[in-house]
């Protein structure tokens, strides 16, 4: 039992997190998306496998580049610095208990019969093992004892984040602008993110329960499939006015999901 629980991302994030300190900005909104599911089970049933993940997912990526380059940016050396592409991570459930992440790049040139396959393919290899840059280092910190795994992250973070280099070819950037997790998969009706203190990323969204809920149209009590999006934004960066830019760009691409099946 005492193995199980201090797994390697547990040994990890007892190291990493500490009582708040930073800046950052906590929201949430509950999104009608009856028209989406729908459009979801149309074209599943056509054999495109979309999932509420791929969708929220790209609709992010669709929204940084059109309305809110702030959110792919980070800080270097105390100044605002631009991604070059907009990529994303997206959190998988790797083990019945271990969490982990794939990668995605440059997810705003991407479509769904572009995304589906690629996310498939990079969760079958992160179950196998596939070790990405971020993963080989949470396994080597993991096996450093305590204290020395605390003066290991000081030193890791003062390089990567703080001072912006790379080491062995890893980089505070390897996660990309932003990172989705669907936690209503899981079973939970929503939650609150923590922005990943190693690495630049500005902004998390988390995707919470899918229920039914009475909600008034047109003067109308109607029965309707709603969602719990949350996310997380790095006040250093952004402001509380991006959230709500953003939320509004979802109420909006929810009632038009078909124009993420064409380029940009």
């Known amino acids: 039992m005492i193995k199980e629980l201090n797994n390697s991302w547990r040994k990890t994030a007892s190291t990493l997190y500490k ?5 950052k900005i906590l929201g949430s909104v509950e999104l009608d998306i009856t028209d989406l599911q729908e459009y979801i089970s149309k074209k599943r049933k056509e054999g495109l496998k979309i999932t509420l993940t791929h969708f929220f ?3 992010t990526a669709r929204a940084i580049k059109d309305k809110l380059p702030e959110l792919n940016t980070y800080i270097k050396r105390g100044n605002v610095k631009s991604y070059e592409n907009i990529n994303a991570s997206v959190s998988v459930l790797l083990r019945e208990n271990e969490m982990g992440s794939v990668k995605i790049n440059m997810v705003n040139t991407l479509t ?3 995304l589906v396959p690629t996310l498939t393919a990079k969760i079958k290899e992160a179950r196998k093992g596939t ?18 795994r605390g003066m290991f992250y000081w030193f890791i973070r003062k390089m990567l984040v703080d001072w912006g280099l790379s080491i062995g070819g890893i980089s505070a950037n390897d996660m990309g602008s932003y990172i989705v ?6 079973g939970l009706d929503n939650g609150y993110p923590a922005l990943f203190p190693a690495t630049n990323v500005s902004f998390v969204l988390i995707m919470g329960g899918v229920k039914k809920t009475p909600l008034v149209i047109d003067n109308e009590v109607k029965i309707r499939t709603v969602i719990t999006l949350s996310a997380a934004l790095d006040h ?3 402001d509380a006015s991006h959230a709500g830019i953003l939320f ?3 109420k909006s691409i ?9 380029k940009p």
């Open 19 to 23: 009582k708040p300190e930073d800046s």
């Open 57 to 59: 997912t790209l609709a």
């Open 112 to 114: 769904y019969s572009d």
């Open 131 to 148: 070790e990405n840059g971020t993963m080989k280092l949470k396994e080597t910190m993991a096996s450093i004892p305590w204290p020395f």
């Open 181 to 186: 997790s669907n936690i209503g998969s899981l």
């Open 236 to 238: 250093r960066v952004v």
């Open 248 to 250: 509004k760009y979802y």
């Open 254 to 262: 929810v009632k038009t999901p078909e124009l993420l099946e064409e």
